[in-house]
């Protein structure tokens, strides 16, 4: 994922700009003052926080693969999601046909894009490839 699609995910603004957040974050620099959140968005923001620790079930066995969603703040393509409904990632396809990150969502919080994410597909495999090595290591 790119450092620039790391923000959006997150759903706060940074004032020293999207690439300087990740950047930040990685080197323990970033600084609350620059973060913006407003109001409107602050329950959102505490609910991604708060489906963080469920990360892991996106790649563990029994995820599955939604296909698009469309609601009022969100569209997405494809959706990668927990079995049981905790936390899903929802993906838009870029011009390349690549798929990238839109949004973290919490499935407890959020029961309407929980009901909606029923119709999925078994993912049978995962594997992650090492950009430098092209080394292949399968998850599961």
Known sequence: MKKKHFLHLCGVKYSRGAKNFAR????GRLDPKDVIMSSSIKNVVEAKIRCIDNLKYLISKGVR?????NFTNLSFDKA???NKDLVAL???CTQRGDYIPNSLLNLTYT?????VLKNTKSVTSISV???E????????
């Open 24 to 27: 930040d974050l990685e080197r």
């Open 65 to 69: 693969i939604s296909d698009n969603g």
């Open 80 to 82: 990668i999601r927990s």
């Open 90 to 92: 929802s993906l838009i």
């Open 111 to 115: 029961k309407s894009m929980a009901s």
């Open 129 to 131: 490839i090492d950009i």
């Open 133 to 140: 090595t092209q080394t292949k290591r399968t998850i599961f």
